[in-house]
T-cell receptor
Framework: NAGVTQTPKFRILKIGQSMTLQCTQD?????MYWYRQDPGMGLKLIYY???????DKGEVPNGYNVSRSTTEDFPLRLELAAPSQTSVYFC??????????????FGPGTRLTVL | AQSVTQLDSQVPVFEEAPVELRCNYS??????LFWYVQYPNQGLQLLLK??????LVKGINGFEAEFNKSQTSFHLRKPSVHISDTAEYFC????????????FGTGTKLQVIP
């Protein structure tokens, strides 16, 4: 299993540009997540999905959109990039089945710089 | 609402010395607790987790943590650290049941000094 894969690894955007961060998992996990990590701030949840066709906002959803058309894929869309979106983005997945306290599996991250 | 506090942003320690990374949490309901490790330029990976039962939990790479409900703590310990333990460590909490939203702490950077 490849686990959770993310593309691209690095990207530089100009203010106002748009892009999609790709995330794919091959573990048949029902839950998927997008986090951003800023120095000294830990991980902040952007969006999450509990299954195909179902998504919901996390703590910091402004400026982002997601979709989940399949179990495997959970892309994150930035429509109008702003310097405040400079960060490292992590996708994660887990198999949640009622009170199991399940481990999240993380991708390697995408380092995004907006200039 | 739940929260996690990692008071130490950085912990330097000499190789082969013991280390304790502190984690305190707050929640009004039962919780699950986790420690994740992040090596440079990588994603997070699970070290150990507490769901129920024995309050002393053993994880990978010789780490262990103790759940203390009265002090709402879940400190991570290792009796003898190695250079390869240099990484950032994140404590996380989720409420048992329901969506199990996970809240991460701000992380503690462990620097092992040769």
């Amino acid at each position: 299993n490849a686990g959770v894969t993310q593309t691209p690894k690095f990207r530089i955007l100009k203010i106002g540009q748009s892009m999609t961060l790709q995330c794919t998992q091959d573990m048949n996990h029902n839950y998927m997540y997008w986090y951003r990590q800023d120095p000294g701030m830990g991980l902040k949840l952007i969006y999450y999905s509990v299954g195909a066709g179902i998504t919901d906002k996390g703590e910091v959803p402004n400026g982002y959109n997601v979709s989940r058309s399949t179990t495997e894929d959970f892309p994150l869309r930035l429509e109008l990039a702003a310097p405040s979106q400079t960060s490292v983005y992590f996708c994660a997945s887990s198999y949640n089945k009622g009170g199991m306290g399940n481990e999240q599996f993380f991708g390697p991250g995408t380092r995004l710089t907006v200039l | 609402a739940q929260s996690v506090t990692q008071l130490d942003s950085q912990v330097p320690v000499f190789e082969e010395a013991p280390v304790e990374l502190r984690c305190n949490y707050s929640s009004s309901v039962s919780v699950y607790l986790f420690w994740y490790v992040q090596y440079p330029n990588q994603g997070l990976q699970l070290l150990l987790k507490y769901l129920s039962g024995s309050t002393l939990v053993k994880g990978i790479n010789g780490f262990e943590a103790e759940f203390n409900k009265s002090q709402t703590s879940f400190h991570l310990r290792k009796p003898s650290v190695h250079i390869s333990d240099t990484a950032e460590y994140f404590c996380a909490v989720s409420e048992a049941g329901g969506y199990q939203k996970v809240t991460f702490g701000t992380g503690t950077k462990l620097q092992v000094i040769p």
